[in-house]
């Protein structure tokens, strides 16, 4: 008779995974002069993507008094410790910008609420009666299958005029891509703006192949077989190989290839819609 072993180790939780990343410096960086979260969050590589969100803050402040933005995931908020007081500075007069950082991992947000005084004493001097608003960071999966229906109240608002995604699907199995694409999707402000790091290098072997989450390959989620339409504009990054691309909420993620739970959660909310706006019926006279 086969017998098969039944203490099996249980999947490791992404939390776990990434959290012993950023402890053992997996991708390189000390926390203090370079970011733990690799090269791609210098200062240098983020120069253009910071110019772009200061584009995108500029535009969406010139109809709202207050911009919502969420970045999800934050990191060690190296460089956007640097790049937010920044992007402040594209608000109309007497505008404010409500920041919202979030990660999966607790050393990431342990790092990031360490640059939080130093911030908030730069933004407090911002001209023109401009201000920022920086809630508490929040500790969360993004791949996790409706993981904002599930924790709305932790958030700052419940949807956001930007939503940025950086440097953190190209770690994710494609099943957790999608997941985590559907998850952004339920916060942005329709009429908003998702913003995404894609890689040009779609003749590598490894482009958009299976992975396991905290490894890394090439992606661009607007190829096989993610295939998410509606692409904006595509910015050259100023990291190698790299394309920081807008997409406009709502996202068309009929087509992900959700599975699983993602899947079952996706439905459900698919349901849940309709029937909110299904139109009452009409009873018949007895």
Known sequence: MLVTRASASAPRSNADVFDTIYKHRGWGGDGVDASLSGSGSSLANTKRLCGLLGQLVHEASQNATVVTFLDAPMGDWFWMSRCLPSMAQKLRNGGRLVYQGVDVSATALAHADRRRDFVAAVVARLPGNRTVALPP??????????????????????????????????????????????????????????VTNQDTRH????????????????????????????????????????????????????GLPLDGEARRVAEAQQASSESAIAPPAVGGVG
């Open 137 to 194: 960071f929040v500790q969360i999966d993004l791949a996790r299958p409706g993981v904002f229906l599930r924790t709305p109240a932790k958030l700052s608002h419940k949807s956001y005029d930007i939503v940025m995604c950086m440097d953190a699907l190209m770690h994710l199995p494609i099943p957790m891509v999608a997941a985590a694409l559907w998850n952004l999707n339920t916060v942005g402000r329709p009429g908003g703006t998702f």
């Open 203 to 254: 003749r590598d072997r490894n482009f958009n192949k299976p992975i396991n989450p905290g490894q890394w390959r090439p992606l661009d989620v607007t190829m096989p077989p993610l295939n998410l339409p509606g692409r904006l504009r595509s910015v050259q990054s100023s990291t190698f190989a790299e394309k920081d691309d807008t997409f406009g909420f709502p996202l068309n993620v009929s």
